[in-house]
């Protein structure tokens, strides 16, 4: 169950004279900070098929490992905004167009620290929205609730939003598929329908975290439309894409030879079409960031000072 005492530490037994707004206040960190770590751990993963890992920059010419890592770490002020933004509240109008300009603030703040490079656009609006669903609702009995809340909130529209289409939006219109848009308002069905699934079954195999990670986002690769690969390479980089992950996971997932060889001409194939899986990454980045709420403790690099006080990294 996700609650707050999850995270086993001083935070959640804070005095009750100390008041609700130090509490949501320790509580917006805690979360906010888990957020950015599930981007740094998704960046981490070796080896991802077409993104940015430990061996290079993938199909991203402007990227590397070290600017996904400063770009994470940069929204953490944002996330923690958006978190005890919404403490109290429920999905509404006024919650999603808060949340829109907070988002808007932690863009200006990762083009800032990437000096200009788009790398965590996406993420914001995932993870945003989730981190607030986490903060709506903390005591869940299921991460569907969460994001459910998330859901509700994504189908509010943003009346200020500027005008300018995305990448990902124009590509949407173009092959008409829902993009990270309708992913979001349908409460994020391939993070807890596929992602989550995938990582607690390669997890009850014993899989190393690793490689049940990997699984969780090819998983995730074979069922989504994912607009990154369509506005970088059309139907062919989507279809080699959904083909390969699948491919990967018949024949037994990246913990058996065969499906790493795969995985590995499925990586070729998709530098050589210039495409990257950027939406999946998001989702594999949600995925975890859903699991850190119950299980903080695996593979996490969130550092805290005495009582639960983010210790800041340096970018």
């Known amino acids: 169950m996700w609650s707050p005492r999850a995270f086993d530490t001083d935070v959640w037994t804070t005095p009750p004279e100390a008041g609700f707004m130090s509490w949501t206040d320790a509580f917006a960190t805690r979360v906010a900070a888990l957020a950015v770590d599930s981007l740094i751990q998704e960046a981490s993963l070796t080896p991802k098929p077409g993104l940015v890992d430990g061996r290079g920059s993938g199909a991203h010419a402007d990227l590397d490992l070290d600017l996904m890592h400063r770009s994470a770490r940069s929204l953490f002020p944002a996330f923690k905004e958006m978190a005890r933004s919404v403490a109290g509240e429920a999905p509404s109008q006024s919650v999603r ?22 790398t965590h656009k996406g993420a914001i609006w995932a993870l945003g929205l989730l981190v607030a669903g986490a903060v709506m609702c903390p005591f869940a009995s299921d991460l569907r609730a969460i994001a459910g809340h998330a859901g509700r909130i994504a189908r509010h529209p943003d009346r200020p939003m500027p005008t300018a289409a995305t990448n990902g939006s124009r590509a949407g219109q173009r092959y008409g598929v829902s993009g990270a848009r309708g992913e979001a308002q349908n409460g994020f ?19 190393a975290e690793t490689f049940a990670r990997l699984d969780a986002l090819l998983a995730i690769m074979a069922e989504l439309d994912d607009t990154c690969l369509l506005h970088r390479g059309g139907d062919l980089a989507l279809d080699t894409a959904k083909q390969g992950a699948a491919a990967v996971l018949r024949l037994g997932g990246t913990t058996t030879a065969l499906g790493m060889a795969a995985l590995h001409r499925l990586d070729g194939e998709l530098l050589s079409l210039n495409a990257s899986p950027g939406g999946a990454g998001d989702l594999l980045a949600a995925t975890l960031f859903l699991d850190s709420l119950i299980n903080p403790s695996t593979e996490t690099s969130v550092e805290f000072a005495q009582h639960g006080e983010f210790q800041p990294w340096k970018y």
């Open 97 to 118: 167009e808060r949340l829109a300009m907070i988002g808007r603030d932690g863009e200006r703040a990762m083009f800032e620290a990437t000096c200009g490079v788009n």
């Open 189 to 207: 069905p391939h993070v807890v329908e596929i992602g989550l699934p995938a990582l607690r079954e390669a997890r009850s195999r014993g899989v």
